[in-house]
Each structure stands twice: as structure tokens, then as C-alpha cells.
């Protein structure tokens, strides 16, 4: 069984947050609000864990976001078997410019 994991972008702060406790009475809502990403269950090739809305370098060259689709995880056409080729360089809410 995976993990179930998250961590939030703190927009207002500019920084990401481990979430150890979700308390559903006291998500806040509207533009402040944190970004939750929630953990895939896998690490790329360097151990790192990949959360959704990391951005990969599939194989060196082709990077891609992470999302979550029709209940799975991909990263562009890429099903995230392939993991062990990818490396978490950033996220969308931190690096935005790395998928220009």
C-alpha cells in the first residue's frame, strides 16, 4: 500500500509546508489559500520523493509536470513506471519558468 503524503505552497510566504494533519473544517479558501500536492508513492532516480505538480527532467531532456489525471499520476505521456528515468527539479509553484 502507498503512502498517502502531502505538502502545501504557502503562496503568501513563498515557501512549501510538510503537512502532518489535515483538518477539513479549517482549509482555508480563496487566493491565499495553500496549494496541496499530494505525494505519488514513488522517488525519481536521486531518491527524491515526487509530489504532484513537481516538475521532472524525463531522460535528461524533457521536462514535464507532474499531475494527476483520470485517477493516476503522469508526467506528459509519460506513465510513472518510468520513475527511475526522472529527476525532480522544481515545482510549479516555485519554478514556474522551467516549463517555458
Given amino acids: 500500500m ?18 502532518s494533519k489535515i483538518s477539513l ?12 500536492m499530494q505525494y505519488t508513492g514513488l522517488k525519481d532516480k536521486n531518491g527524491k520523493e515526487i509530489y504532484e505538480g513537481d516538475i521532472i527532467l524525463f531522460d535528461n ?13 503522469i508526467a506528459g ?3 510513472m513506471i518510468e ?3 526522472m529527476e ?8 514556474p519558468e522551467m516549463l517555458q
Fill in 25 to 36: 473544517p479549517n482549509i482555508a479558501c480563496g487566493d491565499d489559500s495553500p496549494y496541496l
Fill in 83 to 85: 520513475h527511475l528515468r
Fill in 61 to 73: 531532456q524533457y521536462k514535464h509536470e507532474i499531475k494527476f489525471i483520470n485517477g493516476m499520476f
Fill in 2 to 19: 502507498r503512502e498517502i503524503k502531502f505538502r502545501a505552497f504557502n503562496i503568501l510566504a513563498g515557501v512549501m509546508i510538510p503537512i
Fill in 88 to 95: 525532480v527539479i522544481g515545482n510549479i509553484y516555485e519554478n
Fill in 77 to 79: 505521456h509519460i506513465m
